[in-house]
């Protein structure tokens, strides 16, 4: 299984990013497929994810901003970023988890069997 992450940039504050995870190997909609992002000298920190139920979760940090969707057409899940702010310059990244994750593993990177390469994300103030 292989996940593809692309879409990142550069963009002002306020503006707008929306970024693709393809997969290959596997249906994303048989997977929990999360988005998780890393700013310099900080720890990999909880996005987004979309369950194969089709539910969501958010961080509190990107809630009424971001929204995760499943594309199954091209096997790929998107997270579309508006009103981007200064702080969610990272690193993002997709990972993918073969069952169910509840909760309280979202968060948890040793939950996802499968990660994409980062994309860069940098908003300018």
């Known amino acids: 299984v292989q996940l593809q992450a692309c879409g990142g940039g550069l963009v002002q504050a306020g503006g707008s990013l929306r970024l693709s995870c393809a997969a290959s190997?596997?249906?994303?909609?048989?997977?929990?497929v999360t988005w998780f992002r890393q700013a310099p000298g900080k720890a990999r920190g909880f996005v987004s994810a979309i369950h194969s139920n089709g539910s969501t979760s958010y961080a509190d940090s990107v809630k009424g901003r971001f929204t995760i969707s499943r594309d199954s057409a091209k096997n790929s899940v998107s997270l579309q970023m508006n009103s981007l702010k200064s702080e969610d310059t990272a690193v993002y990244y997709c990972?993918?988890?073969?069952?169910?994750?509840?909760?309280?593993?979202?968060?948890?990177?040793?939950?996802?069997?499968?990660w994409g390469q980062g994309t860069q994300v940098t908003v300018s103030s």
């Open positions: 990972a993918a988890a073969n069952g169910r994750l509840i909760t309280s593993q979202l968060s948890r990177a040793g939950a996802y069997d499968y």
């Open positions: 190997g596997r249906t994303v909609r048989s997977s929990t």
